[in-house]
């Protein structure tokens, strides 16, 4: 409940509040005792902002729930983000939704790159009494008080509507360890769920994202008339495909992703040593094997109600058949964004070179993370 | 030097909670404060001044944590709390340094500047490195101009369905509310204030619209001896090397006025070239003039001024009446003291008031020198362009001088 000690403000809640009082039939005692009921201190906003307008001064931004924890989604993307999202965000506590964009500083269109690429600001973090010792610091402060901000002004928004949500979360798949590093320097304080998903799947399943954000299908990714005609050959008959031995991937892909699966989520995993407890980690094929347990523990460590009836609630709500829209976990569809809901299926799809080129790239950070025990898969 | 994942070197942890913690129940110890209590001033009644300065300061300090636990965060929604923000604001060479002096040297404020925070229309293009002192445009201006930000608001799924422009005064807010709370959360005092000169006309309209809580003094000097000062200080910076903002007759004058400071009026030619001198006044009209007319109207119970001549005739009263409006400790030994740090002869270092250096940013601090500058037609000029607001101030009972 918020403390009107403004000078102005502190006024014109005394003043509303003798309305409201003479309304109810009281009398006010004209002592400063500012602590009003809830739904008063809803009149009295909505009281002083239409003062405010009268008085020719434009509307306050409406107000943010304060202090409202935060807590950020991340993972490589194609690792189960869009998914656990959707389940955190059925939460009646829990408002989550991406993507914010807000961190890394070369990623483009990102708030961090924005911010960093203004001259003016950094014109102005460089020269101003104020920011000049600290310049890069002062950008990262801004950085984390408009990301907690912006966040938390939507969570007010939906609350007023729902009334029950107060716990507000952005899911941003990342694209490097910068991620995690910047949210535990501009918004120390919040939680950070990061979903690992083994690298083999993540490959594979990128690879089905390529086909379906080609141009020739309204997306913005250039394949060649060759990657075309594998996709086109995959989707006839996925099977006779496979067993001709020709990899999905197109060339160097596989070893792309796999440098970045290492880069990324390895990277991720050690800065994530800075955060302590609040970092919570979980594997995709975790909440495929044991949603309930997993959701519950996840509920736990984001401070939100765990209670068994809520967890079955937000396992259902995103369970792949809600998501895809009927199709059961394993049924394919290769065009969907939710294609097939499962663990290990780059065994289906890697071939031996596919294999070798993905160990030589992130065989150690697949047995780092338990998805092998050695090189020899 | 962000590259680092977890210490920097030479950092402090950058923990955006600083301001709130240092609040947060415990009390900082002020060693300042005692020692300027013990030492700045002389003994009345000893230990129970200081005890009792220290209860007011302490007391102040709570509500400050009270008010702060639901605010700072909150950004421009949380209008209704209480910030220990305000600014100092005046057009240039009416007093804004001299008064910033006097606010800083309070043990409770700090006040220093210029974070050039508002004025979205203002903006300076000789950024250089050869310049490398010189303010950078403000930071409205840069947020505002800022099309990558812009887009991204436009984008994101936290900002999206909302007006870009209310984002961007959040975002104006949350920095200036964070930038100077979280230098004040490393001293001993408990206000903080920006020296912010006024660069155009919009400089209350914007702080009204980002900042409605934050208290706004506005100093005011009679148009005629700013214009007087600004001129100098052209001299001066045209020595320094910015040797383009005056003409080659302004230079000659200025070299004619320093071999004989009064040549220039006996001979009628005046210190002023004509445009020069009206454009000041125009300035000085509209800055001056739309700024009260928008602090009394926008900013209300948060706006004050004070005027460089009373300043001078009666420091003690205005001081004590503005450290009043701060909400800070107005105890008469303090401003005194205030008024005493700076003082002309301690800001000129050693110069007496009205003993003039023209080199000095402290040139010779008095009031009503325009009338051994101005010539008949300097005053003409000026009346013209700027009679009406002299009049309106009180400067002048109408345009017969």
New interface residues.
């Given amino acids: ?9 502190f ?1 014109i ?1 005394r003043g509303v509040k003798a309305f409201l009082n003479l309304e109810a039939g009281l009398t006010c005692n004209g002592t400063p005792d500012l602590q009003v009921s809830r739904d008063k201190d809803e009149e009295i ?1 909505r009281l ?1 902002a239409e003062l ?1 307008r009268l ?4 509307r ?5 729930t ?2 409202a924890p935060i807590f950020f989604l991340i993972g490589r993307s194609k690792s189960g983000t869009s998914w656990l999202m959707r389940l955190l965000n059925s939460h009646p506590e829990i408002l989550c ?5 807000f961190f890394e ?1 070369n990623t483009s ?3 961090f ?3 960093s ?5 950094q ?2 973090l ?6 000049r010792q ?1 310049p ?3 950008l ?3 950085l ?3 990301v ?7 969570l ?1 928004g939906v609350r007023k509507r729902t009334g029950t949500k107060k716990i507000v979360g ?1 899911k941003s798949p990342f694209k490097s360890a910068d991620t995690i ?1 910047d949210i ?6 919040a939680k950070v769920v990061h979903i690992i998903r083994d690298g083999r799947d993540v490959a594979v399943s990128s690879a089905h994202h390529r086909w379906n954000n080609a141009t020739d299908v309204g997306g913005h990714r250039n394949l060649t008339p060759d990657q075309v005609a594998k996709r086109e050959a995959y989707r006839s008959d996925p099977s006779a495909f496979l067993a001709t031995g020709q990899s999905i991937f197109a060339e160097g892909h596989v070893a792309e992703i796999a440098r970045n699966w290492n880069e990324s989520v390895g990277g991720t995993v ?2 994530a040593a ?1 955060l302590g407890e609040n970092y919570h980690e979980l594997r995709y094929e975790d909440l495929l094997a044991e949603p309930l347990v997993e959701v519950r523990r996840l509920l736990e460590f984001l401070g939100a109600d765990s209670g068994d009836k809520l967890v079955r609630e937000c396992v259902k709500a995103a369970s792949f058949e809600q998501l895809s829209g009927g199709r059961a976990q394993g049924e394919e569809d290769s065009s969907s964004f939710y294609r097939k809901g499962i663990a290990g299926d780059w065994k289906n799809h890697f071939t031996t070179e596919d294999s070798r080129i993905f160990k030589e790239e992130a065989g150690k950070l697949l047995i780092r993370l338990g998805y092998e025990k050695n090189l020899d898969w | ?2 590259r680092t ?2 210490g ?1 070197s030479g ?1 402090r ?5 600083r301001p709130r913690t240092d609040l947060d129940g415990r009390y900082p110890e002020i060693p300042g404060f005692e020692k300027y209590m013990s030492s700045g001033i002389e003994s009345n009644g000893g230990t129970s001044l200081l005890a009792r300065a220290r209860g007011l300061y302490r007391g102040r300090l709570r ?1 400050l944590a ?2 702060k ?3 700072v ?11 220990p923000v305000f600014f100092v604001t005046g057009l240039g060479k009416s007093g804004t340094r001299w008064l910033t002096k006097i606010l800083d040297s309070h043990p409770e404020i700090l006040c ?5 925070f508002f004025s979205a229309g203002w ?1 300076r293009a000789d ?1 250089g490195p050869e310049n ?1 002192r ?6 409205y ?3 505002e ?2 099309d ?2 812009r ?2 608001i436009e ?5 999206r369905n ?1 007006d870009p422009d ?2 961007l ?3 104006m807010r ?2 200036t ?4 709370t ?2 004040l959360s490393e001293t001993d005092k408990i206000l903080v204030g ?1 020296k912010s000169p006024l660069q155009d006309e919009e400089f209350m309209r914007e702080v ?2 980002v900042y ?2 934050a208290k706004v003094i506005h100093i005011i000097r009679d148009g005629r001896d700013r214009t007087v000062s600004s001129m100098h200080r052209g001299w001066r910076r045209a020595n320094q090397g910015y040797l383009h903002r005056l003409t080659a007759e302004e230079l000659a004058r200025g070299e004619a006025l320093r071999e004989d400071p009064k040549k220039l009026v006996q001979t009628g030619e005046g210190m002023f070239k004509e445009e020069r001198l009206r454009q000041a006044a125009r300035h000085w009209r509209l800055l001056v003039g739309r700024a009260i007319q928008d602090g009394q ?2 900013i ?3 706006y004050t001024e004070v005027r460089y001549e009373d300043l001078l005739v009666r420091p003690n009263e205005e001081v004590e009446r503005l450290l009043g409006f701060l909400g800070a400790d107005a105890d008469p030994k303090i401003v005194e003291h205030c008024v005493d740090s700076a003082s002309f002869e301690k800001l000129s270092r050693g110069r007496e008031r009205g003993e003039e250096d023209p080199s000095s940013f402290y040139r010779k601090g008095v009031a009503g020198d325009w009338r051994n500058h101005f010539t008949a037609e300097d005053s003409r000029s000026f009346k013209e362009e700027a009679g009406e607001l002299l009049i309106q101030l009180g400067y002048e009972k109408d345009l017969d001088w």
């Fill in positions: 409940m918020p403390v009107f000690t403004s000078h102005t403000a006024e809640a906003s002083r405010a008085r020719g001064a434009p306050p931004v409406s107000s943010p304060e202090e939704r991406g993507e914010g964009m500083e269109r990102s708030l790159w924005a911010l690429r203004s001259e003016g600001v014109a102005w460089a020269r101003s009494p104020w920011t600290a890069d610091e002062g990262e402060n801004m984390g008080t408009f907690s901000q912006a966040m938390r002004q939507r007010e952005d590093r535990g320097t501009a918004c120390p304080g050690e800065n800075s | 030097m962000r994942s977890t920097k950092h942890a950058p923990a955006r909670d509500r009270n008010g636990a639901t605010s965060r909150g950004g421009a929604g949380s209008e209704a709390s209480s910030t220093k500047g210029e974070g050039r903006h950024l490398d010189a303010l950078a445009s403000s930071l201006y840069a947020l101009h800022s990558h930000l887009l991204w984008r994101s799924v936290w900002s909302d209310e984002h005064k959040a975002l949350l920095a509310d964070y930038f100077l979280s230098q920006d009204s619209e409605p809580v109207a926008l209300g119970s948060n």
